[in-house]
């Protein structure tokens, strides 16, 4: 077994990911689906990633292997667990209602080799399912496990648009969720409009914090928005920043206005200090 075995990123269903060893050298290309070592038997997957860039995400601990290239047979595997799933999906369902629990069924993911079934759920608090597993163990014959997930892992697993038009960021690239609070939105001047800074989950728009640090960066160069600038004998209100123009406006008392450079502004807000 070498030591220095290619590194393989895999997506399963939800955009789950995980990095596997290509210890028998399939020389694997991204786009094509794998069957790997799972907890208990074996899953199919797609490479999603190969080489360099997956030892960066690489985490500490063992990695399992990949096992091979997924043939025709094991293709039609998938195809009929699939199918499965949306049934189980109709089952579980059912069986909730019939329960009275207070959950939400988001999703259904049966491992490839059959060995297991998980039932992805939301819930606005705990929830004892116990008598849920047992009846759907009695059905399936196979390890049941139901699993508590959180609005945002919710999008993420059902996939969908975001109000840019492209795919949500949450499926396309992010691998984990960072915070994001509404004083991001406040440092880029946006207007804490719920429907307007709010994603598909109900919850602050991830990309909020991508240019954040910019933003911050580029305000710090000017005196704070509400700052009274005194500015060729008139006094005003700085109102609005622009960073694309690098200007501020300005509100005068004399209801004029004018769009001052930052150090302007900041002279101007000096003065009217020390006035």
Request: hydrophobic fraction near 35%; proline fraction near 1%; aromatic fraction near 8%.
């Amino acid at each position: 077994m070498s030591k220095n075995s290619k590194l393989v990123e895999v997506a399963f269903k939800g955009e789950r990911k995980a990095i596997f060893k290509d210890r028998n050298e399939l020389d694997i290309i991204e786009g094509e689906y794998v069957v790997v070592e799972a907890e208990r038997g074996q899953n199919l997957g797609k490479a999603s990633g190969v080489g360099a860039l997956v030892k960066l995400k690489r985490g500490k601990g063992e990695t399992r292997g990949i096992i091979r290239k997924a043939q025709e047979s094991d293709l039609e595997i998938h195809k009929k667990n699939q199918e499965k799933e949306k049934a189980a999906f109709k089952v579980c369902r059912e069986k909730i209602k019939h329960f009275k629990l207070d959950m939400k069924l988001v999703d259904v993911e049966m491992q490839f080799d059959g060995s297991k079934i998980t039932f992805y759920f939301t819930a606005a608090q705990r929830v004892d399912f116990r008598e849920l597993v047992k009846e759907l163990a009695s059905i399936y014959r196979t390890r049941i496990e139901l699993r508590q997930i959180g609005v945002r892992d919710e999008a993420k697993r059902i996939s969908g648009c975001g109000v840019c038009g492209r795919k949500q960021c949450c499926n396309a690239f992010l691998t984990e969720f960072e915070q994001v609070t509404t004083q991001m939105a406040k440092d880029q001047q946006i207007a804490l409009n719920p429907t307007k800074i709010s994603g598909n989950c109900g919850r602050l728009l991830c990309c909020l914090r991508y240019e954040n640090d910019m933003y911050i960066e580029i305000f710090s160069e000017f005196p704070p928005v509400g700052s009274r600038i005194r500015h060729e004998n008139k006094e005003g209100t700085l109102s609005y920043i622009n960073i694309f123009q690098h200007k501020g406006l300005v509100y005068f008392s004399d209801n004029s206005q004018g769009w001052l450079e930052p150090e302007d502004l900041k002279k101007g807000a000096a003065e009217h200090a020390g006035k």
